[in-house]
C-alpha cells in the first residue's frame, strides 16, 4: 500500500477491496510524508488531509503530487514560512463517494405526526433508501469521526435514528394527510426527497437520490377512518348507500315477505312515518325533535359511523356542537325522501 524509504511515506493510496466501506484511514505507522509524495485517489474516492484534529487539503481522483503548491491549507496549518521542504505527518482519510443502494430504514418507535384531519396520529414506517456521500468533510466531522475503517454496518447503525429524524420532519413539513400517507407510498417517498436531501446534506455530508417507502403501519382507528372513507367513496353518500343495500336485499332475499330488502324497504316506511309523528321519548318507538348520530343510525339500520361520515359530507344536514352532531327530526326526513 504504500512505499517507505528511510521512514518517510512516498506514495500514498487505498484500494477498497471490500465494497461496503465508507471512509479509510491511511496508517502512517508513526511515518512521515516526504515532499514530492505520491497521493493516488481512484475513481469513486475523496482524500481528505486532516492536521490535529483540523480539516486541511481535499483532493478527488488522480495522481497528486503533494507540494506546496497544492497543499495550500497544510502550508497554513503547519506554518511553514518558506514552503514544504521537511517532512511532515498529517492523517489521510479515503472517502467512498460511490452510491450505496438498498439500505434499510425503519423507526423503532412510532413517529408522532400532527394530521390537519385526525390531530396527532402514531405512525411506523420503514422502507429502503440509496446514499453517496458527497461532503467529505461533514461526513467525517459528523458521521465517521476518527473511525479507522468505517464500514456499511456500522453506519446503518449510526445512521438508523437521524435517518428517522429527517424522515419525520419533512414529513411534518409537507403536511400529507395521513389518510394518504398509508396508501401512496410511492409518491410520498418521491415527494419527501427535495425536503430530505436538503437537511442529509447539511447536517452529515449526504444525499439520497433514492427514498422508498414500503410500508406505513397506522392505529386500528386511523385503518377504520380509512376503510370508512373508502367505502363512502364508494358508494357515493348515505342516501345511495342505503338504496344500494335495499337493492342488494332484494337480489340476495329468500322466501318470505321479500327477503332482506323487503325488510328494508319496510324499516325505511316506519322510519319515515315515526319521524312525522308528534311527541318525542315519551312516545312508545317515537324519536326526539333532536337527535343524535346514534338516534339517526337507529332510523336509518346503518352504523353510528357511516351517518357522521355523511354528516361531515354534507350529504346529510346537521350541526357540529363542539366535538358533536346534532340533527333534527325534519332534517332526517328531507334526507329520506
Not at 417517498?189 to 439520497?208: D, H, S, V
Amino acid at each position: 500500500m504504500a512505499l517507505i524509504r528511510g521512514q518517510l511515506i512516498e506514495i500514498i493510496e487505498w484500494t477498497d477491496d471490500s465494497r461496503d466501506t465508507l471512509s479509510y484511514r491511511f496508517p502512517d505507522e508513526d511515518k512521515e510524508i516526504k515532499r514530492g509524495a505520491q497521493l493516488i485517489v481512484r475513481a469513486s474516492q475523496m482524500a481528505q488531509f486532516v492536521y490535529l484534529g483540523q480539516f486541511g487539503d481535499l483532493f478527488g481522483p488522480g495522481k497528486h503530487t503533494l507540494t506546496t503548491a497544492n497543499i495550500p491549507v497544510l502550508t497554513r496549518l503547519l506554518g511553514w514560512k518558506y514552503g514544504f521542504e521537511s517532512p511532515f505527518k498529517a492523517d489521510v482519510y479515503f472517502v467512498t463517494t460511490r452510491l450505496f443502494t438498498g439500505n434499510k430504514w425503519g423507526t423503532s418507535n412510532p413517529v408522532m405526526v400532527r394530521d390537519q384531519d385526525l390531530g396527532i396520529v402514531r405512525l411506523r414506517a420503514f422502507g429502503t433508501y440509496d446514499f453517496r456521500v458527497v461532503d467529505g468533510p461533514r461526513f467525517l466531522k459528523e458521521v465517521a469521526g476518527t473511525d479507522a475503517h468505517f464500514q456499511l454496518d456500522e453506519f446503518a447503525d449510526t445512521m438508523r435514528s437521524r435517518i428517522v429524524s429527517v424522515f419525520s420532519e419533512a414529513l411534518a413539513a409537507s403536511k400529507v394527510p395521513a389518510l394518504d400517507i398509508a396508501t401512496r407510498h410511492t409518491e410520498l417517498g418521491a415527494a419527501l426527497l427535495p425536503l430530505i436531501n436538503p437537511a442529509l446534506k447539511e447536517k452529515y455530508g449526504l444525499e439520497m437520490p433514492a427514498f422508498v417507502i414500503e410500508n406505513v403501519s397506522v392505529p386500528p382507528e386511523v385503518e377504520q377512518a380509512i376503510d370508512k372513507r373508502s367505502g363512502m367513496a364508494a358508494v357515493g353518500n348515505l342516501n345511495d348507500f342505503v338504496k344500494y343495500q335495499i337493492a342488494q336485499g332484494f337480489e340476495k332475499g329468500g322466501p318470505g315477505a321479500g327477503g332482506v330488502g323487503a325488510e328494508l324497504a319496510v324499516g325505511m316506511t316506519i322510519a319515515q312515518q315515526m319521524l312525522n309523528q308528534t311527541g318525542g321519548l315519551a312516545t312508545p318507538g317515537g324519536f326526539p325533535e333532536m337527535l343524535s348520530p346514534a338516534d339517526a343510525a337507529k332510523v336509518l339500520g346503518v352504523t353510528e359511523a357511516d351517518v357522521i361520515a355523511s354528516l361531515e359530507a354534507g350529504d346529510l344536514k346537521g350541526k357540529r356542537i363542539g366535538s358533536q352532531w346534532r340533527l333534527t327530526r325534519a332534517q332526517l326526513a328531507d334526507f329520506l325522501k
